[in-house]
């Protein structure tokens, strides 16, 4: 996971260089056992939801399975995308579906969940409010011809003022 170099895109920047176990020190987020640059109050960063899916406080809409530990992003303070990679373990084509994300937060903003192909092409685009409603798209992606070692990338990034932009993200990657 990284904070992307170039404005709405995937271009790898730093990876996360600190591992955090404990929460985030600011308790709106529901994170733990994340990745930043940096402990304490650090934004980006990237690690695993303290609430089970459909479990939060005011959360609605979820989709199965519910109670998992769903990854949680935030994005930085600037227009660059927070990136987790889907590393390609075998040739072949691949299948994205069940894409769903959800800010935490009743406070702040918008964020957009971006989902991109091995080039950096933008394969879809969901937003999220600030009402904890699961948006989810019922559209499959197909990626042919992909090769071992490409990445798929699934990203955050801000839609104005990035303060309380935790956000939970879900997908399927299947191999056909």
Do not use: C
């Amino acid at each position: 996971m990284s904070e992307a170099t170039n404005n709405t895109g995937v271009t790898k920047g730093l990876l996360l260089s600190t591992f955090n176990a404990g929460v985030h020190p600011e308790s709106f987020n529901n994170v733990r056992a994340y990745w930043a640059n940096g402990s304490g109050v650090i934004y980006p960063y990237a690690g695993k939801s303290t609430v089970g899916r459909g479990a939060d406080i005011g959360e609605t809409n979820a989709k199965a399975p519910l109670g998992v530990s769903d990854l949680m992003l935030h994005p930085p303070s600037n227009s660059h995308n927070t990136v987790a990679a889907f590393k390609v373990p075998q040739n072949g084509n691949y299948t994205i579906s069940n894409l769903g994300v959800r800010r935490v937060s009743t406070e702040g903003d918008t964020v957009r969940y971006h989902v991109y192909n091995a080039q950096g092409t933008q394969l879809a685009l969901l937003t999220a409010t600030n009402n904890q409603l699961w948006v989810t798209s019922t559209t499959t992606y197909t990626l042919n011809n992909l090769v071992a070692g490409q990445y798929i990338y699934f990203t955050i990034d801000r839609n104005g003022e990035y303060s309380f932009d935790a956000s939970e993200i879900s997908w399927t990657v299947t191999k056909n």
